[in-house]
């Protein structure tokens, strides 16, 4: 399974995918209080609209998902969460880094499910159930890992780190998503070409 083409880096990109989800909903308010002296309730209250931003990018892409395939819901989700790590990352009055946070909810909502959706398309339905027990195991070790690995980088540094991994693991994501998108758009050529 993992000698096919493009699955690696699936795999990686559901390990960033959770991994960012939880770091920012683990250390978002410590950031918040910490680097941007906001008040814990406050700090507490932004990170719920956060996971809110999720809920609602999943109701909205749950109702357009039939009109707009999921790749493109995908790589819109990645440029709009992106988005709001760089507002986080900059340094604007302290509003943006609610408005950053909110966006990178909504970014985030189309992703998990839109990347769960597309492993038939993308690797076969035969290669599918097996393949998503892979990915699931991906996802949970991003959401184990990735988490305590920015809290230990934060013990030794600073939690200012925030925004600069929160983008680092975006980043990685995209990047891994946009690489099998890459792959099977060459399969898909190659298998045309081979047709004619």
Same mark, same amino acid.
């Given at each position: 399974?993992?000698?096919?083409?493009?699955?690696?880096?699936?795999?990686?990109?559901?390990?960033?995918?959770?991994?960012?989800?939880?770091?920012?909903?683990?250390?978002?308010?410590?950031?918040?209080?910490? *680097?941007?002296?906001?008040?814990?309730? @406050?700090?507490?209250?932004?990170?719920?609209?956060?996971?809110?931003?999720?809920?609602?990018?999943?109701?909205?892409?749950?109702?357009?998902?039939?009109?707009? $395939?999921?790749?493109?819901?995908?790589?819109?989700?990645?440029?709009?969460?992106?988005?709001?790590?760089?507002? =986080?990352?900059?340094?604007?009055?302290?509003? #943006?880094?609610?408005?950053?946070? =909110?966006?990178?909810?909504?970014?985030?909502?189309?992703?998990?499910?839109?990347?769960? $959706?597309?492993?038939?398309?993308? #690797?076969?339905?035969?290669?599918?159930?097996?393949?998503?027990?892979?990915?699931?195991?991906?996802?949970?070790?991003?959401?184990? #890992?990735?988490?305590?690995?920015?809290?230990?980088?934060? @013990?030794?540094?600073?939690? *200012?780190?925030?925004?600069?991994?929160?983008?680092?693991?975006? =980043?990685?994501?995209?990047?891994?998503?946009?690489?099998?998108?890459?792959?099977?758009?060459?399969?898909?050529?190659?298998?045309?070409?081979?047709?004619?």
């Amino acid at each position: 399974m993992l000698r096919m083409k493009g699955v690696k880096h699936s795999l990686i990109a559901f390990l960033f995918y959770c991994g960012v989800e939880a770091t920012v909903g683990l250390w978002g308010a410590s950031y918040l209080v910490g *680097a941007r002296r906001i008040a814990a309730e @406050t700090a507490a209250g932004w990170i719920s609209l956060y996971y809110g931003g999720i809920t609602i990018g999943r109701l909205i892409t749950g109702f357009i998902t039939l009109k707009v $395939h999921n790749r493109v819901l995908i790589r819109f989700g990645q440029l709009v969460a992106i988005a709001g790590g760089v507002m =986080i990352l900059l340094p604007l009055p302290i509003p #943006f880094s609610l408005i950053g946070l =909110i966006l990178i909810g909504l970014g985030l909502a189309p992703i998990y499910p839109g990347l769960l $959706h597309e492993t038939p398309a993308r #690797f076969g339905k035969e290669n599918s159930a097996k393949l998503m027990g892979y990915q699931m195991a991906a996802a949970y070790t991003g959401t184990t #890992f990735l988490p305590p690995l920015f809290g230990v980088i934060a @013990t030794q540094t600073s939690i *200012a780190l925030f925004p600069f991994m929160v983008l680092v693991f975006l =980043i990685f994501m995209m990047m891994s998503a946009e690489k099998v998108n890459r792959i099977l758009v060459r399969r898909l050529s190659l298998t045309e070409e081979l047709n004619r």
